[in-house]
T-cell receptor, first 109, second 114 residues
Framework: QQPVQSPQAVILREGEDAVINCSSS?????VHWYRQKHGEAPVFLMI?????EQKGHEKISASFNEKKQQSSLYLTASQLSYSGTYFC??????????FGQGTTLQVKP | DTEVTQTPKHLVMGMTNKKSLKCEQH?????MYWYKQKAKKPPELMFV???????INESVPSRFSPECPNSSLLNLHLHALQPEDSALYLC?????????????FGQGTRLTVV
C-alpha cells in the first residue's frame, strides 16, 4: 500500500527550513528517502530502520516513529540544489520498496 | 564503482516490435529491481530479483518479461507493448534484501511506444 506524503508541494527561499512527512497504514520495516531532479534518477538520501538505525548523508536528518508508522525528513538552511521531488519509500519486510506520491520542493534565491 | 548503468537511454518501438532493456551493476548487489515511472508520478515497482531469482512480480502484464542472466545483469524484454506503456523504466540495485539498504538507481530508459 502506497505511503502518503505531505505536503504535496513546498516553495522556499534559500536558507529556510522545510519538513516533509510520510505515513503508512502498514507496519514498516524501513523508510527510505530519495530526491529526484527533473530528467534524472532518484538519489538516495536516508534510510531509517525499525529499531532506530539510520544511514544517510550528514546534512540530511529524518525521524521514524515506529508506533505511528510515520517518518519526517528535515531540510534545514535550504540551498538551491535542494530543489526536486522528494519521495519516501516504505518497506514492510517483504522486499517491496513502495514510494509515496512525492513532494515537490522549489527553493528560490 | 557505485553506478547502475542502463541501456539504451531512449527507445522508440512499435506495438509489434520486440526489444530489450538492459541494466548492469558491479557493486556486488544481490537484489535488483525494475520500476516504471510515468511523468509526475512516483516510481512503481514491477519486479524484484533476489540472488538472481525472481522474488516479486507486481502483477505485471506478460508483455513485460524480466530476466537475470547473472548477478550483475538484469534485462527487461518487451513485446507487443501498448502506447500506455510509454514511461521511464528505472533499474535499481541494493546490497540487502528486505529494505535494509539503500537502492541505487540507474538513469533509466525513456520508452515511447508508437
Amino acid at each position: 500500500q502506497q505511503p502518503v506524503q505531505s505536503p504535496q508541494a513546498v516553495i522556499l527561499r534559500e536558507g529556510e527550513d522545510a519538513v516533509i512527512n510520510c505515513s503508512s497504514s502498514k507496519a514498516l520495516y524501513s523508510v527510505h528517502w530519495y530526491r529526484q531532479k527533473h530528467g534524472e534518477a532518484p538519489v538516495f538520501l536516508m534510510i531509517l530502520l525499525k529499531g532506530g538505525e539510520q544511514k544517510g548523508h550528514e546534512k540530511i536528518s529524518a525521524s521514524f516513529n515506529e508506533k505511528k508508522q510515520q517518518s519526517s525528513l528535515y531540510l534545514t538552511a535550504s540551498q538551491l540544489s535542494y530543489s526536486g521531488t522528494y519521495f519516501c519509500g516504505t518497506e514492510s519486510n517483504t522486499g517491496k520498496l513502495i514510494f509515496g506520491q512525492g513532494t515537490t520542493l522549489q527553493v528560490k534565491p | 564503482d557505485t553506478e547502475v548503468t542502463q541501456t539504451p537511454k531512449h527507445l522508440v518501438m512499435g506495438m509489434t516490435n520486440k526489444k530489450s532493456l538492459k541494466c548492469e551493476q558491479h557493486m556486488g548487489h544481490r537484489a535488483m529491481y525494475w520500476y516504471k515511472q510515468k511523468a509526475k508520478k512516483p516510481p512503481e515497482l514491477m519486479f524484484v530479483y533476489s540472488y538472481e531469482k525472481l522474488s516479486i512480480n507486481e502483477s505485471v502484464p506478460s508483455r513485460f518479461s524480466p530476466e537475470c542472466p547473472n548477478s550483475s545483469l538484469l534485462n527487461l524484454h518487451l513485446h507487443a507493448l501498448q502506447p500506455e506503456d510509454s514511461a521511464l523504466y528505472l533499474c535499481a540495485s541494493s546490497q540487502g534484501f528486505r529494505g535494509a539498504a539503500e537502492a541505487f538507481f540507474g538513469q533509466g530508459t525513456r520508452l515511447t511506444v508508437v
